[in-house]
T-cell receptor, first 114, second 111 residues
Framework: DVKVTQSSRYLVKRTGEKVFLECVQD?????MFWYRQDPGLGLRLIYF???????EKGDIPEGYSVSREKKERFSLILESASTNQTSMYLC?????????????FGPGTRLLVL | KQEVTQIPAALSVPEGENLVLNCSFT??????LQWFRQDPGKGLTSLLL?????REQTSGRLNASLDKSSGRSTLYIAASQPGDSATYLC??????????FGRGTSLIVHP
């Protein structure tokens, strides 16, 4: 059974803290994605990666960075958390060249920045 | 830029009804269209994937159709149950590995 896991289901952080969100997939997928989901705005792509050490900005990369040192792990970093980064964060993965394949999502991390 | 719209935004039906959720997209040059289910506070679970060369896909009580020329897809749920209550999202993939998502239809099936 395919699986995408995220390191935390819930996180509470203070403004200005550095925050790490981890995502791990066990499907040997090349492509990995980070989204945030907010009421009324839907899913918005933050960053994606199509290979180890490769990354591309999505629609809303400001205030975020990512790291992909190993194929199975894709980390999202909030360099200095702000209250407007309070959101649900979702990680996903898919095979490269997988235009006919589904995306697999993790369970999400709900982040609250105080 | 691809835009994906889902109508209605919310739907409440009694148990047992057959229902249709709609998804429309502006650019018909797509590789595939997926329907997902999301339970409150959870991630997305893929329900059905329709490839660009296909017209429909079925899984149990779910049937999804695709009409690329008109930029539309429908998700048909037969004999709805309270356990079907969730948000349903569609996503289209074109030209890259990045899907474009609709904002979803929130479905409540009451006993």
């Amino acid at each position: 059974d395919v699986k995408v896991t995220q390191s935390s289901r819930y996180l509470v952080k203070r403004t200005g803290e550095k925050v790490f969100l981890e995502c791990v997939q066990d499907m040997d997928h090349e492509n990995m994605f980070w989204y945030r989901q907010d009421p009324g705005l839907g899913l918005r792509l933050i960053y994606f990666s199509y290979d180890v050490k490769m990354k591309e900005k999505g629609d809303i990369p400001e205030g975020y960075s990512v790291s992909r040192e190993k194929k199975e792990r894709f980390s999202l970093i909030l360099e200095s958390a702000s209250t407007n980064q309070t959101s649900m964060y979702l990680c996903a993965s898919t095979e490269q060249g997988a235009r006919q394949e589904t995306q697999y999502f993790g369970p999400g991390t709900r982040l609250l920045v105080l | 830029k691809q835009e994906v719209t889902q109508i209605p935004a919310a739907l409440s039906v009694p148990e047992g009804e057959n229902l249709v959720l709609n998804c429309s997209f502006t650019d018909s040059a797509i590789y595939n269209l997926q329907w997902f289910r999301q339970d409150p506070g959870k991630g997305l679970t893929s329900l059905l994937l329709i490839q660009s060369s296909q017209r429909e896909q079925t899984s149990g009580r779910l049937n999804a159709s695709l009409d690329k020329s008109s930029g539309r897809s429908t998700l048909y749920i037969a004999a709805s149950q309270p356990g079907d209550s969730a948000t349903y999202l569609c996503a289209v993939l074109r030209g890259s590995y990045i899907p474009t998502f609709g904002r979803g239809t929130s479905l409540i099936v009451h006993p």
